[in-house]
């Protein structure tokens, strides 16, 4: 959730913190699990949820739920099993887990009033579920499926055929897939023997691309050889110039001899004359043929990852069909462009997406053919799936004919929630309030039903187009339909990039991702509250340095223009400031090393139609970023200015993948004086360390992408870093664990449990004395 880093969580309970991560810790172990069901092997699955079940154990002991921590250990024992092989996740087991996930998801879900009599009603169901997830490796298959206790406080509704209510930015859960036909399990092992594995594919593809890019900048690299020709050619025919010049004095003279040399130089420089405009002339051909023949590589190395848009929505007809019968609707999905290519890592990331906003046509915009008919609709709804090419871009249309969104509910919504103030939100396009529908959580329904309950939001269709370079925009017209348009680029292997110069550095930004590029008059800039202002269509749009953002310095300021690229949507949308923009290229995206791990606002590397290296640039990345100078007051006006007096405050860096353990410790801290950012893992923990001047880094252990012990190693073999005291903060509490934490340079050791005493802030105090110098 977007409050993670930045916003202020204060005015929530520790229980209501509880709350959230349970919400999304929960739905990781509800899709890990079902993953792991379909692919029994997927490693990443069984790594997000051990971490996911840990996170929850921490949380709950926190808020005192033992019930809690007691069925997240049991999980986390079971997950360690299965990453160790010593345990298979057949759908039998999976049924067990995600009974105890069902009983997780319900407690964080009461109220502290409820608590006690919801265990007393429900613990001999509790006392099965822990007993059955404990011994899930001794019991014989099949285990009988273990039901979801029922929720608290909720009154059974009478039958009734009415189609339920959805709120939006949720969806339905499919119906289980059928079980395999007898045999399946024995041709599994032939059918992985015919097909190579994944990996191998994308590292022949990978090999392939690199190989037939480089290719493709040879033959560009003729060019500059060519132009060096033409510039001999223009030399030489001067040269030639001279000499019949220097011919013609001569032959007034009276010399023979001379007249005879004279005459013999000028003979000789005919053929030479014919020789490079013939052998020029040919060289240019090879160039064009070259260049052909290199680019019809990379086409055809492209279009072994390219699929048939049918292939990945071949399933959605039925889909619609069955979801819209099962909520008494009638509703036909109509696909456009099954023939249309894309790339198939693009495909199985947008399938979710698509199959999201199918879902919500249907359970949203949709209504039952009688009451469709009452106004003048026919009674059969359609849904409208196309795809196309357009400007180089994969084009995604959904519509459909349904009753659309009340523009005037959204807005009732976003002054309730206190999301804006009224007189702003009063003023709001229709544009501007579809956006909220893309927040987390944002919902226009009051509660959550049966078949909602472990669907995504719309929130997770918008990143996850993001996250593919991609864009999402909806419409709708109240009583007329809904309509939402994606654009996404053919395939992640080649991306269309405007590439920029900072401070002597080529860079590359996704063309998708581009707004605008302008040249901005020095005469035109204002300044408002130490930030740099333009006006853009009537928008008072923000200047950044992508120098200081990059940590490349500071910008120059001495042209009359800036050169600006516009970038971001929305309230995040802002002018970046660079040297010089060179132009767009389409590049052949080239992973960067892993030894590296996830560099800050970059997504990977190309090679440049010159052979020069450029890095492109993850835009979402740099938002992130963006709003981190600004949140800390720290953007400078397009040159960078000295900081005016060193702070007075001593400042602490909380690192830790669980937001409860992350505010609580925030709170702590901040009640004592100390100033408090937070990082979300390890390497988020890296990259803010290096960019900030803290007295203490806190960080916890077990973290995605890098732990604890990783960050402390780096930390002390930094020249810049090595003497800033780092605190450990863990539930692993043993002597060995204890002792790999110190080795690795860490000066304080502290266990979780130590929360409810004053024992996290003497251990700082110790190391780092009062808040303030």
Known sequence: MSQDNNGDLSQFSMLDLFRMEADSQTQILTDGLLAMERLKDDASAVESMMRAAHSIKGAAAIVGLEVVVQLAHGMEDAFIAAQNGKLALTPNRVDVLLAGVDLILQLSRLQDSQVDAWLGAN????????????????????????????????????????????????????????????????????????????????????????????????????????????????????????????????????????????????????????????????????????????????????????????????????????????????????????????????????????????????????????????????????????????????????????????????????????????????????AELLEFLFLPAFSLKEGITEISGRGVGLDIVHETIRSQNGTVRIESELGVGFHTYITLPLTQSIVRALVVDVKGEAYAVPIVQVERVLKVPQSTIHTLENKQFFDFGGEHLGLVSAAQVLELGATEAGSAELAVVVIGTGARRYALVVDAISGEQSLAVQAIDPVFGKMRDISAAALLDDGEPVLILDVPDLLLSIDKLLHEGGLHQLAKSDAAERRKTKRVLVVDDSLTVREMERKLLLARGYLVDIAIDGIDGWNVVRSGDYDLVITDVDMPRMDGIELVTLIKKDIHLHKLPVMIVSYKDRPEDRARGLSAGADYYLTKGSFHDETLLDAVNDLIGDAHR
């Open 123 to 430: 613990g001999e169901q509790i006392k099965r579920t822990m007993h059955a997830i404990t011994t899930i490796a001794f019991l014989p298959e099949p285990v009988p499926l273990v039901p979801p206790p029922p929720p608290p406080a909720v009154a059974q509704p009478p039958a009734a055929k009415a189609a339920p209510e959805f709120p939006i930015g949720e969806l339905p859960i499919a119906p289980p897939p059928p079980a395999p036909a007898a045999g399946a399990a024995e041709e599994a092992p032939a059918a992985a023997a015919r097909h190579p594995a994944p990996m191998k594919h994308a590292q022949n593809f990978d090999k392939l691309l690199s190989l037939a890019s480089e290719s493709r900048i040879n033959a560009h690299q003729m060019h500059p050889f060519i132009q060096n020709l033409q510039r001999f050619k223009r030399n030489q025919s001067s040269l030639f110039a001279v000499i019949e010049q220097l011919h013609e004095a001569i032959s007034n003279s009276t010399d023979a001899s001379l007249k005879e040399k004279s005459l013999l130089a000028l003979q000789k420089t005919h053929p030479l004359k014919q020789f490079v405009l013939e052998h020029i002339a040919d060289i240019e051909a090879y160039e064009r043929r070259l260049l052909g023949v290199s680019q019809s590589m990379v086409d055809e190395v492209l279009t072994m990852r390219m699929r048939q848009f049918r292939d990945g929505v071949q399933h959605f007809p039925r889909m619609v069909r069955d979801l819209a019968r099962s909520l008494g609707k009638d509703v036909q999905l109509q696909i456009i462009g099954e023939d249309t290519l894309v790339d198939r890592d693009i495909l199985a990331k947008i399938e979710s997406p698509l199959n999201h906003m199918l879902r919500n046509a249907i359970d949203h915009g949709m209504d039952p053919a009688a009451d469709r008919i009452a106004v003048g609709k026919p009674g059969t709804g359609t849904i409208v799936l196309e795809a196309k090419h357009r400007a180089g871009m994969l084009s995604i249309e959904i519509s459909d004919d349904g009753k659309g969104v009340n523009l005037e509910k959204i807005r009732a919504r976003v002054i309730e929630r206190k999301m804006a103030p009224a007189q702003m939100a009063s003023s709001m396009s229709g």
